[in-house]
């Protein structure tokens, strides 16, 4: 929720969303001539249904105040839409845009009103929205000025020509840094306790309770080699804090998370047991087993076309009578018919005698019926650890969405890791620099009372490079 302030003095209470479809009938209402001449005549539909990101200003009554949308390619045909990187770096080498961090501007409108208000609300919440963003561009004809409005968050940086008919455009552009800028991330210092406890203090108060009131002092102070505390600042006031160590428990991970998607979290050895040795040999034994396979069902054949003998007989009746002996004596029992001692003497010896003559069946039945549990195979990772952890963490909710600012930094402290884990417990509020992780599947054995988030460091890239491949 934000408050704005009319030239007249009238306030209204404010706030972004996504567009929806439902829009569409207000934000043709608040298009005008000036509208169409800096944007050119636009399909709303079709406009909406191809933007990266398109965002409504409300009211406390959910009337449409303004609305913007952005895509990553030109608004208007000044460059091909999968590459006009280069067009606009020659306008300005100090620039350095992407495709990964720069939109477009392809429409703003808005209440006349509190159009000032709404524009830089609305690219607050877009910067705030997407951490990786730093460049907004806009794309008028030179001939127009942008109008009092979006001049005051706009700056030109020259003018480049139309692909299509003879005109020039003039291209301006909006900074990350004037709406809602990176933090600035340094090591920590005893001297910024004062700031953070208050950010601690809003969120939990069990830290202090258990380890002191100056838990925090104290833990800035042991810094070591393994150990690192380091802050987010604006404006020289610490608004941040993480607790970072490179000493982690890869043991008990490995015991209680399927960390097999990222080798264990550890660096590659050449000792390494990655498959079961079963699993090894299952190719090899396949042919063996149809062979077998193949000759026992000869033999059952041979066997049952076998004549059967009149002593074979006889043994057969005797069993069956002694099975029909001991169902009666059973279900007598079960009805509580059976009083007289003789009666248990013969459920007895008719019992022992059927189990002796059919020990070994009832031992192989008993073997199908009750299957023994399958060990699952787990990997065995001897190569040095590549994560360090995340020890302790808070920031204030103003600069939430900015958390992974800290990332940079932390894996700048250790350059020989890889990977950054942090654990939680299993009721913990999803927060914005946990979106970041991979949560780790937990074995099914894990007495672990808590979840595993895991960061690799190539989730720091910013830009990639596609070409064709090669031998």
Same mark, same amino acid.
């Given at each position: 929720?934000?408050?704005?302030?009319?030239?007249?003095?009238?306030?209204?209470?404010?706030?972004?969303?996504?567009?929806?479809?439902?829009?569409?009938?207000?934000?043709?209402?608040?298009?005008?001539? /000036?509208?169409?001449?800096?944007?050119?005549?636009?399909?709303?539909?079709?406009?909406?249904?191809?933007?990266?990101?398109?965002?409504?200003?409300?009211?406390?009554?959910?009337?449409?105040?303004?609305?913007?949308?952005?895509?990553?390619?030109?608004? &208007?045909?000044?460059?091909?839409?999968?590459? &006009?990187?280069?067009?606009?770096?020659?306008?300005?080498?100090?620039?350095?845009?992407?495709?990964?961090?720069?939109?477009?501007?392809?429409?703003?409108?808005?209440?006349?009103?509190?159009?000032?208000?709404?524009?830089?609300?609305?690219?607050?919440?877009?910067?705030?929205?997407?951490?990786?963003?730093?460049?907004?561009?806009?794309?008028?004809?030179?001939?127009?000025?942008?109008?009092?409005?979006?001049?005051?968050?706009?700056?030109?940086?020259?003018?480049?020509?139309?692909?299509?008919?003879?005109?020039?455009?003039?291209?301006?552009?909006?900074?990350?840094?004037?709406?809602?800028?990176?933090?600035?991330?340094?090591?920590?210092?005893?001297?910024?306790?004062?700031?953070?406890?208050?950010?601690?203090?809003?969120?939990?108060?069990?830290?202090?309770?258990?380890?002191?009131?100056?838990?925090?002092?104290?833990?800035?102070?042991?810094?070591?080699?393994?150990?690192?505390?380091?802050?987010?600042?604006?404006?020289?006031?610490?608004?941040?804090?993480?607790?970072?160590?490179?000493?982690?428990?890869?043991?008990?991970?490995?015991?209680? /998370?399927?960390?097999?998607?990222?080798?264990?979290?550890? /660096?590659?050895?050449?000792?390494?047991?990655?498959?079961?040795?079963?699993?090894?040999?299952?190719?090899?034994?396949?042919?063996?087993?149809?062979?077998?396979?193949?000759?026992?069902?000869?033999?059952?054949?041979?066997?049952?076309?076998?004549?059967?003998?009149?002593?074979?007989?006889?043994?057969?009746?005797?069993?069956?009578?002694?099975?029909?002996?001991?169902?009666?004596?059973?279900?007598?029992?079960?009805?509580?018919?059976?009083?007289?001692?003789?009666?248990?003497?013969?459920?007895?010896?008719?019992?022992?005698?059927?189990?002796?003559?059919?020990?070994?069946?009832?031992?192989?039945?008993?073997?199908?019926?009750?299957?023994?549990?399958?060990?699952?195979?787990?990997?065995?990772?001897?190569?040095?650890?590549?994560?360090?952890?995340?020890?302790?963490?808070?920031?204030?909710?103003?600069?939430?969405?900015?958390?992974?600012?800290?990332?940079?930094?932390?894996?700048?402290?250790?350059?020989?890791?890889?990977?950054?884990?942090?654990?939680?417990?299993?009721?913990?509020?999803?927060?914005?620099?946990?979106?970041?992780?991979?949560?780790?599947?937990?074995?099914?054995?894990?007495?672990?009372?808590?979840?595993?988030?895991?960061?690799?460091?190539?989730?720091?890239?910013?830009?990639?490079?596609?070409?064709?491949?090669?031998?």
């Amino acid at each position: 929720m934000s408050v704005l302030t009319s030239p007249r003095g009238k306030v209204e209470v404010v706030h972004c969303r996504r567009t929806e479809s439902q829009d569409i009938y207000c934000i043709k209402s608040l298009i005008r001539k /000036f509208t169409c001449k800096l944007f050119g005549k636009l399909n709303i539909i079709y406009l909406l249904e191809k933007a990266n990101l398109a965002v409504t200003l409300c009211n406390d009554k959910e009337e449409i105040m303004a609305q913007a949308t952005f895509l990553d390619y030109p608004n &208007w045909n000044v460059a091909k839409q999968d590459d &006009w990187v280069s067009v606009f770096r020659e306008l300005d080498s100090d620039i350095a845009c992407t495709p990964l961090n720069t939109l477009f501007m392809h429409l703003f409108v808005a209440v006349d009103e509190y159009s000032v208000g709404c524009c830089k609300e609305i690219l607050r919440t877009v910067y705030k929205a997407v951490p990786e963003l730093h460049f907004v561009f806009l794309i008028v004809p030179s001939y127009m000025s942008l109008g009092s409005t979006l001049i005051t968050v706009f700056d030109q940086v020259g003018n480049i020509p139309c692909l299509t008919y003879e005109e020039d455009f003039a291209v301006h552009i909006c900074h990350r840094h004037s709406h809602y800028p990176q933090l600035h991330v340094r090591k920590a210092r005893v001297e910024d306790h004062d700031d953070l406890m208050p950010i601690f203090m809003r969120y939990d108060t069990i830290l202090k309770e258990t380890y002191g009131e100056y838990f925090l002092a104290e833990l800035i102070e042991a810094q070591d080699e393994e150990n690192h505390a380091v802050v987010c600042e604006v404006e020289g006031t610490a608004v941040g804090f993480m607790s970072v160590c490179s000493r982690v428990n890869m043991q008990l991970l490995h015991e209680c /998370f399927d960390l097999g998607p990222f080798h264990g979290l550890c /660096f590659p050895h050449p000792d390494d047991v990655l498959e079961s040795p079963q699993e090894l040999s299952v190719q090899r034994s396949q042919d063996a087993e149809l062979r077998s396979s193949n000759q026992g069902s000869q033999k059952i054949v041979e066997e049952s076309q076998e004549p059967v003998f009149p002593d074979t007989m006889e043994n057969i009746q005797e069993n069956i009578a002694k099975e029909a002996a001991s169902e009666e004596a059973l279900t007598a029992v079960q009805s509580g018919n059976v009083s007289e001692p003789e009666d248990i003497e013969k459920l007895s010896d008719v019992s022992t005698g059927y189990a002796q003559d059919h020990h070994v069946s009832s031992r192989s039945l008993a073997s199908l019926l009750l299957p023994e549990e399958p060990v699952h195979f787990r990997p065995i990772y001897r190569g040095a650890s590549a994560a360090f952890c995340i020890q302790l963490f808070c920031i204030d909710e103003k600069y939430e969405a900015r958390s992974l600012d800290f990332m940079n930094f932390v894996f700048s402290l250790f350059s020989d890791k890889n990977f950054c884990v942090i654990s939680l417990p299993h009721l913990t509020p999803e927060f914005i620099l946990i979106q970041n992780f991979v949560k780790m599947v937990p074995f099914s054995t894990c007495t672990l009372e808590q979840d595993l988030y895991v960061f690799h460091r190539a989730g720091l890239l910013k830009n990639v490079c596609l070409g064709r491949s090669s031998q």
